[in-house]
């Protein structure tokens, strides 16, 4: 869990800050992220730009705007 303490709801970048931090496996794997749409749309372009996931192995839904 990341808590954003007393900051603001959709302004803070802790969870797009840990995903860019995490030591990737190299092995190919699946990826489910779900939060804030504009949250999920930078992880989810990190994951298929920067990790070289594939499309298939990666859901990203953004629930809030």
Avoid: C
């Amino acid at each position: 869990w990341l808590h954003r303490n007393d900051a603001p709801a959709a302004s803070s970048r802790l969870l797009e800050e840990a995903v860019y931090a995490h030591d990737w496996p190299t092995a190919r794997g699946y990826t489910w992220v779900a939060g804030h749409s504009l949250a999920v749309k930078r992880i989810r372009d990190f994951l298929l730009n920067e990790q070289g996931l594939n499309k298939e192995d990666v859901f990203a839904m953004g629930y809030w705007k």
